[in-house]
Every structure is written in C-alpha cells, then in structure tokens.
Nanobody
Framework: QVQVAESGGGLVQAGGSLSVSCVAS????????MGWFRQAPGKEREFVAA???????YYSDSVKGRFTISRDNAKNTVSLQMNSLKPEDSAVYYC????????????????WGQGTQVTVSS
C-alpha cells in the first residue's frame, strides 16, 4: 500500500500564487505517475497535472502555462506551483499516485490523499 498526504493550499487573491505539496509513503517503489486533481463544489473531479517517475510533466489545458508540477523521487514528494491564479481555480486539490501501467496519465490512479482546499478570491 501507498499513502499520500497533501499540505499547503489556503486563500489567495486572484493573480496571486500558491503551492501545494504531497508526500508519498509505504511501497513507493511501485509508483510511476503522481498527479494532482481538483474538485470544485457541484463539479466532477478533474485532472490538473501529473508527472512521471522520470520527470515528464503533463498538464490540463486550463492550467498549462500557469501551473508547474515537480517531483523529488528521493523524498517521494511532488509539488504543484500555481501562479496567476483565478477564482475558477478554487477547489479541493487532491494528490494521487499510480502504479506502473500503460495508459495516459489522466486516469487510473490507485492511491489518493484527503485533499487540501485552495480558494482564490476575486
């Protein structure tokens, strides 16, 4: 089993920056992709960004150019730096980890954190 736990988040004004981080523990050797998802009230959870074990990032179109995902395999951490935040970025942000498998990085995650709130005021 793998456990993931998020930290960071909070409240920021539109145009500002915020970062969220995640640490994985347990059988981390089995993990390939780590990713971030978000869910706003009344909406479905959506993919935000992911990064492979080798460091290749993937982003949703809505955050590309504003968010940066990074990873430290030695520390089993992944971070999401969020710049130029918009009110529509407000959501609970979830960190997730995926065992090695074939498929695009937006889907099929195995382990999830509890989430951390990000609120962007207008």
């Amino acid at each position: 089993q793998v456990q993931v736990a998020e930290s960071g988040g909070g409240l920021v004004q539109a145009g500002g920056s915020l970062s969220v981080s995640c640490v994985a523990s347990g059988r981390t050797w089995s993990i390939d992709f780590m990713g971030w998802f978000r869910q706003a009230p009344g909406k479905e959870r959506e993919f935000v960004a992911a990064i492979s074990w080798s460091g290749i990032p993937y982003y949703s179109d809505s955050v590309k150019g504003r968010f940066t995902i990074s990873r430290d395999n030695a520390k089993n951490t992944v971070s999401l730096q969020m710049n130029s935040l918009k009110p529509e970025d407000s959501a609970v942000y979830y960190c997730a980890a995926r065992r090695t498998r074939i498929g695009t990085p937006e889907y099929d995650y195995d382990y999830w954190g509890q989430g951390t709130q990000v609120t962007v005021s207008s």
